[in-house]
């Protein structure tokens, strides 16, 4: 039975395409496949095509997928950054690099879910992806789900302790350097910085990058500049007089909440930024920064291009330097704040 366009009224089959064409349904799967090695005339190739566009034929993906042994699928599983604002990059970036090369995205967000994870995984090793990447939404070190081993990973934002995994990470001491040199550059020379009071590669990592930028410039580092506080506004906020009190002229935040909080303190106290003090961030999270007044300078924590980088590891395009972790450049995001 056909259609009255002609066409099969059940799904198409090579059988179909092979009948219409007039050649075998050998020929048709070598068409299909593109095995160039077969003894197949132009002529006939040709025919093939044409049946197959006449008759809207779909190559069976899982049939082919068996016979390659691995699909045009790149696994990404996340355990919040589908919903968080600025990290969501990491899927955009992976999403843009994965179609460059000829690979379909599946993304699981699983909201830390260990039993929801461990399905996500295991749909993608039986749809045979080509690999995956596993992502956090901010810079730590993460345990790989046993069942990753299992095919190529490649760790996002994250990393292994033990090495199993080739990751992709933030260079939190240079954008440390990078942020604290705004503000040299500025010539501002009593540069304090607030940083988090939770342990993590962001804290450590930033605060080396500030030591770094002021050895550099032949300053001392003073423990009197260094503060710790909590990593959102009212932390910002609540460390405004000890920053004042210590007569810094501008301020490295550990993130654009932190700096907003700053904001708000410095003004209460009659001080302008950054004519008074000036004021730098960090992760550039624009519904943030760049509507604050003045909009905030800050440091760009680089989400989109670790996801895409993540890709290009997993593909064997890039390489990780020794030690299994390649880090990603922090660019700075100069606005009115300095």
């Known amino acids: 039975m056909t259609t009255a366009n002609g066409r099969p009224q059940h799904p198409v089959t090579m059988r179909d395409v092979a009948k219409l064409a ?24 040709e025919r093939v095509r044409k049946a197959i ?10 049939a082919k997928t068996l ?4 699909s045009k699928f790149i696994g990404l599983v996340a355990d919040a950054i589908a919903t968080t604002p600025f990290a969501g990059q990491i899927i955009h970036g992976a999403q843009d690099e ?18 929801a994870e461990d399905e996500a995984i295991a749909m993608m090793l039986e749809h045979k992806v080509r690999g995956i990447l596993y992502s956090t939404w901010y810079h730590r070190a993460a345990e790989i789900p046993p069942a990753l081993l299992e095919t190529d990973v490649v760790l996002v934002d994250c990393y292994s302790e033990g090495g199993e995994a080739p990751a992709v990470v933030p260079d939190e001491v240079q954008g440390g350097r990078t942020a ?28 080396r990058g500030y030591r770094e930028a002021l050895d550099a410039a032949g300053l001392p580092f003073d423990d009197g500049l260094v503060f710790d506080a909590r990593p959102e506004q009212e932390g910002g906020y609540d460390v405004t007089d000890a920053v004042i009190a210590a007569g810094a002229t501008a301020v490295f935040c550990h993130n654009d909440r932190v700096a907003m909080g700053l904001y708000d303190g410095l003004r209460e106290r009659g001080l302008s930024i950054p004519a008074d ?16 007044r003045p909009p905030l300078t800050t440091v ?24 299994g972790r390649l880090a990603v450049t922090c660019p700075p995001v100069v606005r009115a704040s300095v």
Do not use: C, M
């Open 22 to 45: 007039g050649v075998s349904v050998a020929t048709v799967s070598h068409v299909v496949n593109d095995n160039r090695k077969a003894r197949i005339g132009e002529a006939a190739r």
């Open 53 to 62: 566009e006449e008759l809207g034929y779909r190559p069976n993906a899982l």
């Open 67 to 70: 016979v390659r042994g691995s």
């Open 98 to 115: 994965a179609w460059k090369h000829g690979y379909v995205l599946l993304v699981a967000n699983t909201e830390g879910n260990r039993a």
């Open 180 to 207: 604290t040199q705004v503000l040299l550059d500025a010539g501002h020379r009593r540069i304090a910085i607030v940083n988090t009071t939770t342990p993590s590669p962001a804290h450590e990592g930033r605060l």
């Open 277 to 292: 003090v000036a004021v730098v961030g960090f992760d550039n999270q624009e519904v943030i920064a760049a509507h604050l």
């Open 300 to 323: 760009a924590l680089p989400h989109y291009e670790l996801g895409a980088t993540g890709v290009r590891l997993l593909l064997g395009i890039d390489s990780v330097p020794d030690g």
